[in-house]
């Protein structure tokens, strides 16, 4: 199956940027999702099919994904992005959903 | 406004079934598919399978295999999801989120759902 790798931990001052990555088998080769979630909310989608944002997401939100890794940047992180992100693919070979095991983004 | 609503919490024995529900308003739901996700206290978030709507076909994850169930009723816009023989790592709450499928994929997961807590305790 397929196997989604983030670092358990990301620590940036407000103001500044952050880079949370994910790593895959030739992800570049698929829409990777990336999706906000806050203690005791469901998931929030901010940025879809590597690149692209929801209608309401701050600009300060951006994705890339080339190679084997995917990374979602947040420029001039604020006190409110704290939160858990997760990548997720769709692994079409086994027609199945796949998260990365989660990033929590702590704001200094 | 494209918004899903799910049932309330569950207390369930082990060994017993939970259905829980997945309503959709504000958008055309036969044109979509469901995905159900989990999430463990603490833990990652775990996915379990998909239906899709207009069709009822399903697939669901190998480790849910044998005891999940997704279920779908047009007339009322609502998805089921139904998980048997629980134990108490079925302890999570429970999400469902919308997602279109075609083509040997599916795309992103939007919205989600507000979750629904089932615990697992005898």
């Known amino acids: 199956s397929y196997v989604l790798t983030q670092p358990p931990s990301v620590s940036v001052a407000p103001g500044q940027t952050a880079r949370i990555t994910c790593g895959g088998n030739?992800?570049?080769?698929?829409?990777v999702h990336w999706s906000q979630q806050k203690p005791g909310q469901a998931p929030v989608l901010v940025v879809y099919?590597?690149?692209d944002r929801p209608s309401g997401i701050p600009e300060r939100f951006s994705g890339s994904n080339s190679g084997n890794t995917a990374t979602l940047t947040i420029s001039r992180v604020e006190a409110g992005d704290e939160a858990d992100y997760y990548c997720?693919?769709?692994?079409?070979?086994?027609?199945?959903?796949?998260f990365g095991g989660g990033t929590k983004l702590t704001v200094l | 406004q494209m918004q899903l609503v799910q049932s309330g919490p569950e207390v369930k024995k082990p060994g017993t079934s939970v259905k829980v529900s997945c309503k959709a308003s504000g958008f055309t739901f036969t044109r979509s598919a469901v995905q159900w996700v989990r999430q463990a206290r603490g833990q990652r978030l775990e996915w379990i399978g998909w239906i899709v709507v207009g069709y009822g076909n399903t697939n669901y994850a190998q480790k849910f295999q044998e005891r999940v169930t997704i279920t779908r009723d047009v007339s009322t816009n609502t998805v089921y999801m139904e998980l048997s023989s629980l134990k108490s790592e079925d302890t999570a709450v429970y999400y469902c989120?919308?997602?279109?499928?075609?083509?040997?994929?599916?795309?992103?997961?939007?919205?989600w759902g507000q979750g629904t807590l089932v615990t697992v305790s005898s």
């Open positions: 997720q693919v769709w692994d079409s070979s086994s027609d199945h959903g796949v």
């Open positions: 099919d590597d690149s």
């Open positions: 030739n992800i570049g080769s698929k829409g």
């Open positions: 989120a919308s997602s279109y499928c075609g083509g040997g994929s599916c795309s992103y997961f939007d919205p």
